[in-house]
T-cell receptor, first 114, second 116 residues
């Protein structure tokens, strides 16, 4: 569930497992969603995106699922590797007069054990 | 090619001082964004430039914060009379056109500001 302050949600997996990271977004008018990966001391790195007219999009080892009915987004990482360890953020873009103004979730810490 | 760069990477200042943070976007990107990230939180939007003009500055917390982009490339975020609560990582991002939702924003490494 959601956490406050330093207590980010965490997910710990073994190398080779599949990982699923979840995100609840807030604005039903949002029409573009992005997953970012952030390693310690670095800026967010784009992973994959999806528009609101889609419910699934696949990349290399990653899949994003969008459920607009319940305002839920998930990131699936196949065959998770130690290099995938990072904080993962979902972000939404409401478009319209607010386009470009990304709203980020709090993030999930993914730890991959060799 | 080169990504978004930010300088300095770290800045320590005293309460009440003035600071400037610089962002060099990806070459050719017309849209530039500033975000602030506090410890354990996701980035929060501050301001967005389309070319030289601020298209949306609704995220600036108060009038101590100001940003410019005079030639439509490099941007400077300026903070006057810094307060301890301004301590955070200041992130800059750029995107190609910034016209309409659905354009990928590429982030720099951030400037870590500590106000003592």
């Amino acid at each position: 569930g959601e956490s406050v302050g330093l207590h980010l949600p965490t997910l710990s997996v073994q190398e080779g497992d599949n990982s699923i990271i979840n995100c609840a977004y807030s604005n039903s008018a949002s029409d573009y969603f992005i997953w970012y990966k952030q390693e310690s001391g670095k800026g967010p790195q784009f992973i994959i995106d999806i528009r609101s007219n889609m419910d699934k999009r696949q990349g290399q080892r990653v899949t994003v699922l969008l459920n607009k009915t319940v305002k839920h987004l998930s990131l699936q990482i196949a065959a998770t590797q130690p290099g995938d360890s990072a904080v993962y953020f979902c972000a939404e873009d409401a478009g319209g007069t607010s386009y470009g103004k990304l709203t980020f979730g709090q993030g999930t810490i993914l730890t991959v054990h060799p | 090619g080169a990504g978004v760069s930010q300088t300095p990477s770290n800045k320590v200042t005293e309460k009440g001082k003035y600071v400037e943070l610089r962002c060099d976007p990806i070459s050719g990107h017309t849209a530039l964004y500033w975000y602030r990230q506090s410890l354990g939180q996701g980035p929060e939007f501050l301001i967005y430039f389309q070319g030289t003009g601020a298209a949306d500055d609704s995220g600036l917390p108060n009038d101590r914060f100001f940003a410019v982009r005079p030639e439509g490339s490099v941007s400077t975020l300026k903070i006057q009379r810094t307060e301890r609560g301004d301590s955070a990582v200041y992130l800059c991002a750029s995107s190609l056109n910034g016209q309409g939702a659905g354009e990928t924003q590429y982030f720099g490494p951030g400037t870590r500001l500590l106000v003592l």
